[in-house]
């Protein structure tokens, strides 16, 4: 039972290395990859149902008991994270038929994305710290061949900055794994928790945790360290731009959510550094999308108020805001990457990005318009999509623990993204039809309906959904329960 | 011992952030490889520099050395040739398409 764990990892994997052999077969690569990820899907959804209903599962990987051996641990919030990021990845598949270039997709497309998904779920799933550096090279190496697949002069540019400040915090990563083995001499997540706990968090393991989460808010792009990400995601392809927005950021958030609320909880400095950090993120993130007139960079400018919510959530740390997080963070992967590929089916409709040069979408292309409206207002947070519930539950907790000011910047910051999106809806979709507008082929908003319909599944479900969400706080509030299924005692 | 390691490290990273903060992107590219360079002697010496027989049971022998720090850094040495490969052809490949290897010239416009 518990070696089904491994296989949402090992197979993208393999089959990924096989469809290398088949690049130029686009057909046969598209099937493959559909009913590899359809696989994917069913075995996650049954590890989160099983999960739900037995406890964690682990799987010692070639019987190496922990905590010698590399574990991989399936607990609430690991397996919760895999399926959205299967069902998305889907979404992102399907829209690729018809928006790749073919040119691009025998270039090993389908590889690259399937190497992603392996690194994406090898770092949910992984126990151990040095084998999420290890996964987070292996995503990052599927995102260096992603982003610059195709090779045009504006991609090679800024893939060149995007390698670099990757490259530079995995080293940042390495060294700070190589100190923290020097202090306890484990990198097992839940024996690194157990020891912490017993030696208590002195000043030079709380320096070791933020030298931690610098490496973490640069993958994740926290506010000071957002900087690399605007430009890098928004030159690449639209579906690529959807899968980054949506997944790779939100491994960075993972990983901060998992090592603060497990390990290093016991030094209060860290959380409320993150509460300002939030702040700041918040408010810069979203007057970066209002600077700008393109429209793909203003979404890629809205993850980054995104992430500060999340980081608020980790910051109050208390039962009810990890809840808030964790539904936010579900929340937020989905309607990223569907605005992602709105915006790219805008961008198509209308022959450029530029805000300024757009109109009269919603007489030519009404379907498409409504979808952009409903993904908007899900992102601003309206009642009663998917966005409201994980704000309302970030923002009351904040009020609960009497952080004031900074609920009131998430009000704030709320309105923003609102005028954000509204800018595209006003520009894009009102006004008078440009000649230019072309027709959408409507298999291109399949996709986009269906990651519409799960965030309002999430959002109007949210009762069905959220005793599940409920849990996996409660697991992550208390690391007892983690080191327990680890180590058994 | 671990104390001269410790400041050779650090020496390896000081050399390698100034080479970062030039502007050509074949000095950046060799800043990282030191970088990671520095990263791996750390390893080694947080994981104790002490002498011992190699991780292998036997009978008779009590005293072995640490085999996590090396595993760790073959690992790690492995990633980081690998990216360093992978930048060296990125940089020619953006040299021969923007026909210029200064950083300061690579910064690119809005709408593009």
């Known amino acids: 039972m518990s070696n089904l764990v491994i296989l949402p990892i090992l197979l993208p994997l393999l089959i990924g290395a096989v469809l290398i052999f088949f690049n130029k077969k686009i057909v046969l690569a598209r099937v493959i990859t559909t009913?590899?990820?359809?696989?994917?899907?069913?075995?996650?959804?049954?590890?989160?149902?099983y999960v739900y209903n037995n406890g964690t599962l682990i799987l010692e990987t070639g019987n190496w008991v922990a905590p010698f051996g590399i574990i991989l641990v399936a607990d609430g919030l690991a397996t919760l994270l895999l399926?959205?990021?299967?069902?998305?990845?889907?979404?992102?598949?399907?829209?690729?038929?018809?928006?790749?270039?073919?040119?691009?997709?025998q270039f090993y497309f389908y590889t690259f994305f399937l190497m992603l998904i392996t690194g994406v779920s090898g770092a949910f799933l992984t126990g151990d710290l040095f084998n999420l550096f290890v996964f987070f090279e292996v995503l990052l190496m599927a995102s260096y061949g992603l982003i610059v697949l195709g090779g045009t002069k504006a991609q090679l540019r800024e893939s060149l900055k995007y390698v670099l400040i990757n490259l530079i915090s995995s080293i940042l990563f390495v060294i700070t794994v190589a100190f923290l083995y020097s202090v306890t001499g484990t990198v097992n997540m839940a024996q690194l928790a157990e020891r912490v706990g017993e030696v208590g968090q002195s000043g030079i393991l709380t320096t070791i945790a933020i030298l931690l989460f610098v490496v973490f808010a640069t993958k994740g792009a926290l506010f000071p360290l957002y900087f690399w990400l605007p430009k890098s995601y928004s030159i690449p392809p639209t579906v690529i731009s959807a899968l980054f927005g949506a997944l790779?950021?939100?491994?960075?958030?993972?990983?901060?959510?998992?090592?603060?609320?497990?390990?290093?909880?016991?030094?209060?400095?860290?959380?409320?550094?993150?509460?300002?950090?939030?702040?700041?993120?918040?408010?810069?993130?979203?007057?970066?999308?209002?600077?700008?007139?393109?429209?793909?960079?203003?979404?890629?400018?809205?993850?980054?108020?995104?992430?500060?919510?999340?980081?608020?959530?980790?910051?109050?740390?208390?039962?009810?805001?990890i809840a808030g997080?964790?539904?936010?963070?579900?929340?937020?992967?989905?309607?990223?990457?569907?605005?992602?590929?709105?915006?790219?089916?805008?961008?198509?409709?209308?022959?450029?990005?530029?805000?300024?040069?757009?109109?009269?979408?919603?007489?030519?292309?009404?379907?498409?318009?409504?979808?952009?409206?409903?993904?908007?207002?899900?992102?601003?947070?309206?009642?009663?999509?998917?966005?409201f519930i994980g704000k309302l539950l970030l923002l009351k907790s904040a009020f609960e623990e009497g952080y004031i000011i900074i609920a009131i910047t998430g009000l704030v910051t709320s309105l923003l993204i609102l005028l954000s999106?509204?800018?595209?809806?006003?520009?894009?979709?009102?006004?008078?039809?440009?000649?230019?507008?072309?027709?959408?082929?409507?298999?291109?908003?399949?996709?986009?309906?269906?990651?519409?319909?799960?965030?309002?599944?999430?959002?109007?479900?949210?009762?069905?959904?959220?005793?599940?969400?409920?849990?996996?706080?409660?697991?992550?509030?208390?690391?007892?329960?983690?080191?327990?299924?680890?180590?058994?005692? | 011992m671990e104390i001269f390691m410790s400041i050779v490290s650090g020496c390896l990273v000081a050399?390698?952030?100034?080479?970062?903060?030039?502007?050509?992107?074949?000095?950046?590219?060799?800043?990282?490889?030191?970088?990671?360079?520095?990263?791996?002697?750390?390893?080694?010496?947080?994981?104790?520099?002490?002498?011992?027989?190699?991780?292998?049971?036997?009978?008779?022998?009590?005293?072995?050395?640490?085999?996590?720090?090396?595993?760790?850094?073959?690992?790690?040495?492995?990633?980081?040739?690998?990216?360093?490969?992978?930048?060296?052809?990125?940089?020619?490949?953006?040299?021969?398409?923007?026909?210029?290897?200064?950083?300061?010239?690579?910064?690119g416009t809005d709408n593009e």
Not at chain 1, 35 to 49: C, E, G, K, P, R
Not at chain 1, 83 to 105: G, H, K, M, P
Not at chain 2, 50 to 63: E, L, M, S
């Open chain 1, 83 to 105: 399926v959205t990021t299967n069902l998305i990845a889907f979404a992102c598949l399907l829209y690729t038929f018809r928006s790749l270039d073919s040119e691009r997709e």
């Open chain 1, 248 to 321: 790779l950021t939100k491994v960075g958030v993972y990983s901060i959510l998992r090592v603060f609320t497990l390990i290093f909880v016991y030094d209060s400095i860290t959380h409320d550094l993150f509460i300002w950090l939030a702040g700041f993120t918040m408010v810069l993130g979203v007057l970066g999308a209002l600077s700008t007139n393109n429209i793909k960079l203003i979404i890629a400018y809205n993850i980054i108020p995104a992430i500060g919510f999340m980081m608020l959530g980790i910051g109050v740390f208390t039962a009810t805001s």
């Open chain 2, 15 to 107: 050399a390698g952030v100034y080479l970062l903060l030039q502007r050509q992107i074949l000095k950046i590219i060799i800043g990282t490889a030191i970088l990671s360079h520095a990263a791996h002697l750390l390893i080694l010496t947080m994981g104790k520099l002490d002498r011992g027989a190699p991780p292998i049971i036997k009978d008779g022998i009590t005293k072995y050395a640490d085999p996590l720090p090396q595993a760790l850094i073959l690992t790690s040495i492995v990633i980081s040739f690998g990216v360093t490969s992978y930048l060296l052809v990125l940089a020619y490949r953006t040299y021969n398409e923007n026909r210029t290897d200064n950083m300061e010239q690579l910064r």
């Open chain 1, 35 to 49: 009913i590899t990820l359809l696989v994917n899907i069913s075995s996650s959804t049954y590890l989160l149902a």
């Open chain 1, 421 to 489: 999106v509204i800018r595209i809806f006003i520009g894009a979709i009102w006004g008078k039809p440009v000649e230019t507008n072309k027709k959408v082929p409507t298999s291109l908003l399949l996709p986009i309906s269906l990651l519409v319909l799960l965030s309002i599944m999430l959002g109007v479900g949210g009762e069905y959904i959220y005793p599940y969400v409920q849990q996996v706080a409660d697991q992550l509030i208390d690391p007892s329960n983690y080191i327990q299924s680890v180590l058994k005692g």
């Open chain 1, 325 to 387: 997080t964790v539904f936010y963070l579900l929340h937020d992967m989905v309607v990223k990457a569907a605005l992602f590929l709105l915006v790219g089916a805008i961008i198509i409709a209308s022959g450029t990005s530029d805000l300024r040069k757009m109109g009269g979408l919603l007489a030519t292309h009404p379907l498409l318009s409504w979808l952009f409206f409903i993904a908007a207002l899900t992102l601003v947070g309206i009642p009663p999509f998917s966005g």
